[in-house]
């Protein structure tokens, strides 16, 4: 496993978490059936990216570039650290991050 694809799980992982986090705090179930949907992309993309790097970084930097935009939204309206700017920071790295994946040379 490469530091790119750690990345993958970790930001995965805390997707996951967040959407979990959303459902015991706030009763949303939006928020736990988004994030486990969001993370088992995520995880998918990871698991493609063992056998096809541009598919697997591709689809995690698709669904990063989704989170990225939705949460800036959250927190830009909002003014909100807590999921918004938190996740939006989280999301801007693990789209950089996947892009650097894929610009690499193999």
């Known amino acids: 496993m490469n530091a790119y694809q750690v990345v993958l799980l970790l930001y995965a992982i ?17 928020s736990l059936v988004n994030g486990l949907a969001a993370a ?15 598919a697997g970084f591709g689809l995690g930097a698709v669904v990063a570039l989704a989170l990225g935009v ?3 939204y959250r927190f830009f309206t909002t003014g909100k650290w807590m999921p918004g700017g938190v ?5 801007i790295v693990a789209f950089a991050t996947m892009l650097a994946a894929l610009l690499r040379k193999p």
């Open 40 to 54: 088992a992309l995520l995880l998918l993309g990871l698991g493609l990216s063992f056998r096809n790097p541009a």
């Open 87 to 91: 996740t939006m920071i989280l999301s």
């Open 14 to 30: 805390m997707i996951a978490a967040g959407g979990v986090m959303g459902y015991t705090q706030a009763q949303s179930v939006v």
């Open 70 to 72: 939705f949460f800036a």
